[in-house]
């Protein structure tokens, strides 16, 4: 079966700009979870979905937002963006929970200048 | 607080010897997971290996196994018969259902020598 599907892979915006990530799970998965990974701060959480409705959000201003729609598919948005914003960005879907396996995608990689 | 801790910011070991790379972690619960995972320089993290805390027995996934301490909060990985494809970043991570969140440790960075 498909993966984890994260589009685009690569992004340069520039600061001040917005920019949204999207994310599409696997087929028959609900949770999709968002996490920022940096040279500096390692893996942080970001926020998590579960049937359209965010279960949790990790301790990122509200620039950040996301969504899930009714077919699992999630996009996160990133508002005003900032140099630290730079990161890669990775979505991971899983059944019900983060307690079962989480499937990763590829990541898109923001650049910001 | 949830906290991980991955102590060793690089490892290298020779093909086919054995290596364990370690992991620490705090939590106020009782029912939680914990969970190795391996980032290649693909970037895509794949599970190694899943750890149920109210499970005594540690995992084991073919060459892979955990040492899981629970009174000492150690979740640490052995990596036997190590190949060249097991160059990576291996991550671990602590799961609790009350969060929905998986907390990370900074990794670890494998090297391979031929």
């Known amino acids: 079966k498909a993966g984890v599907t994260q589009t685009p892979r690569y992004l340069i915006k520039t600061r001040g700009q917005q920019v949204t990530l999207s994310c599409s799970p696997i087929s028959g998965h609900r949770s999709v979870s968002w996490y920022q990974q940096t040279p500096g701060q390692g893996l942080q959480f970001l926020f998590e979905?579960?049937?359209?409705?965010?279960?949790n959000k990790g301790n990122f201003p509200g620039r950040f937002s996301g969504r899930q729609f009714s077919n699992s598919r999630s996009e996160m948005n990133v508002s005003t963006l900032e140099l630290g914003d730079s990161a890669l960005y990775l979505c991971?879907?899983?059944?019900?929970?983060?307690?079962?396996?989480?499937?990763f995608g590829q990541g898109t990689r923001l650049t910001v200048v | 607080a949830q906290t991980v801790t991955q102590s060793q910011p690089e490892m290298s070991v020779q093909e086919a010897e054995t290596v364990t790379l370690s992991c620490t972690y705090d939590?106020?619960?009782?029912?939680?997971?914990l969970f190795w995972y391996k980032q290649p320089p693909s970037r895509q993290m794949i599970l190694v290996i899943r750890q149920e805390a109210y499970k005594q027995q540690n995992a084991t996934e073919n060459r892979f196994s955990v040492n899981f301490q629970k009174a000492a909060k150690s979740f640490s990985l052995k990596i036997s018969d190590s190949q060249l494809g097991d160059a990576a970043m291996y991550f671990c991570a602590h799961y609790m259902d009350s969060n929905y969140q998986l907390i990370w440790g900074a990794g670890t960075k494998l090297i391979i020598k031929p």
């Open positions: 979905y579960f049937s359209e409705t965010q279960r």
């Open positions: 939590t106020s619960e009782s029912d939680y997971y």
């Open positions: 991971a879907s899983s059944r019900d929970r983060g307690r079962d396996e989480a499937f």
